[in-house]
Nanobody
Framework: QLQASGGGLVQAGGSLRLSCATSGRSFSRGSMGWFRQAPGKEREFVAGIRYGDGNTYYAGSVKGRFTFSRDSAKNMLYLQMNSLKPEDTAIYYC????????????????????RGQGTLVTVSS
């Protein structure tokens, strides 16, 4: 039900905006997240947002460079990525859950019931 898009090739220091279509499902009372998996590495948390929480959570490696947002009217999620680095190269996935995920689990993609196909981001040096 989720489909990420917007990946591509960009030079270090550049920007990309990833989008995630939720097939008309709002998840407005749940939790949403972005994850990534680099070649040969474990999947890792990038950013998460939880309804009613008022907080957006970021991995330390992207904090200050990436911004997670959503457009409830369009049922879309976005990840604005600025100041990209070669180590940001990965397949990026969006995920969502109908309910609030507890703080300790928001960084675990298996906590989310809905996970989309990824989009590849390649950052050249």
């Amino acid at each position: 039900q989720l489909q990420a898009s917007g990946g591509g090739l960009v030079q270090a220091g550049g920007s990309l905006r990833l989008s995630c279509a939720t097939s008309g499902r709002s998840f407005s009372r749940g939790s949403m997240g972005w994850f990534r998996q680099a070649p040969g590495k474990e999947r890792e948390f990038v950013a998460g947002i939880r309804y009613g929480d008022g907080n957006t959570y970021y991995a330390g490696s992207v904090k200050g460079r990436f911004t997670f947002s959503r457009d409830s009217a369009k049922n879309m999620l976005y990840l604005q990525m600025n100041s990209l680095k070669p180590e940001d190269t990965a397949i990026y996935y969006c995920a969502a859950h109908d309910n609030r995920i507890i703080t300790s689990a928001i960084r675990d993609m298996t906590s989310y019931a809905y996970r989309g196909q990824g989009t590849l981001v390649t950052v050249s040096s």
